[in-house]
């Protein structure tokens, strides 16, 4: 029997996952290289967020405690937060964000396709919704990862640059936890283990296309899943959670 | 970067209507932008994109000889037939 706890777990970590990296997309809201790409990155940042909600509301109901979204998203401290690494790290210039954007809508796309079938519907139903976002972002940072990756010297080294920094994070995709390893064992949750091959070879290959170089030696970072998290998180959170903190209660 | 234009197909059976313009790098970018720019309400379903320096624009200035010819010439308005009431969406 699988304990709810687990299951809110996981899918607290999906929320998180896409409530920070919205996040951080949304740091870009009147500071984009042009007006056109400024309304782009927000697009996807109100993409995510909205995400975010749905899993959020979802892991309210799992839990069962007259909790919500909001306090889910507001109340809770760093330690408790389940997001990857990758999607905490500071906003970085144009390259990084759309390369940050790659590599984790690149995994989350190919992990939700496995989803889609879990015996838990709800989770399937999510991805099915999430999947139709996440594809156009696909697309959205493959398109600029090639126009910057064989653009001039200089964008070119901005995306090697963003790649040696931000490969070490993707080791982490493929970790499960524990608690992961027993919704994967009930066939609940894909296992992300299984998705790496896959993943690898078709990030390689829009890599490659963009003259941009894999690192071969690196770190391995990982921990977010646990509650383990980068400083990065904390000041994210201390921005994003001021107003709840502060004026408990207080609505719009 | 380039200037383009940007015509949207509101629906189905509509044709597609001028409804701003956006630069990008090229014509790929310049669709992305535009669904980024002109859709994100739900304004669409198909989307054209045309460097702006493709487009041919008549002068103003040549106005009369363009236009003038056809102000009194009523007769090509289909204003002198009886419509019979059954026929609609004319």
Known sequence: ?252 | MELFEVFIRSRNGLHHKHVGSLHAPDLEVALENARDVYTRRSEGISIWVVRSKDILASNPSEQEALFEPARDKIYRHPTFYNLPDDVKNI
């Open chain 1, 1 to 252: 029997m699988i304990a709810n706890q687990q299951v809110f777990q996981f899918v607290l970590h999906l929320a998180d996952d896409s409530l920070i990296l919205g996040h951080r997309l949304s740091e870009w809201c009147g500071h984009g290289p042009t007006i056109e790409q400024d309304i782009a990155l927000t697009n996807l940042a109100l993409d995510l967020v909205g995400q975010s909600r749905l899993y959020y509301q979802y892991a309210a109901e799992i839990e069962g405690k007259g909790r919500t979204e909001d306090d889910l998203a507001y109340l809770r401290d760093v330690i408790e937060f389940r997001n990857h690494l990758i999607t905490e790290l500071p906003r970085g210039d144009f390259a990084f964000t759309v390369l940050r954007q790659y590599l984790w809508c690149s995994f989350r796309t190919e992990y939700y396709q496995h989803l889609l079938t879990s015996s838990e519907i709800k989770l399937g139903e999510l991805a099915a919704k999430c999947l139709k976002e996440l594809q156009y972002h696909q697309r959205f940072s493959i398109t600029w990862i090639n126009r910057l990756g064989l653009g001039t010297k200089v964008s070119h080294k901005k995306m090697q640059t963003a790649l040696d920094e931000l490969w070490p994070y993707t080791f982490e995709f493929f970790q499960p936890t524990a608690a992961e390893e027993k919704l994967i064992n009930a066939s609940l949750i894909p296992d992300c283990r299984d998705i790496r091959k896959t993943w690898d070879q078709s990030c390689q290959s829009v890599l490659r296309e963009a003259s941009l170089v894999v690192p071969q030696e690196h770190w391995d970072f990982q921990g977010g899943k646990e509650g383990m998290h980068t400083e990065h998180l904390g000041y994210i959170l201390a921005e994003m959670q001021f107003l709840q903190r502060t004026y408990p209660g207080l609505v719009w």
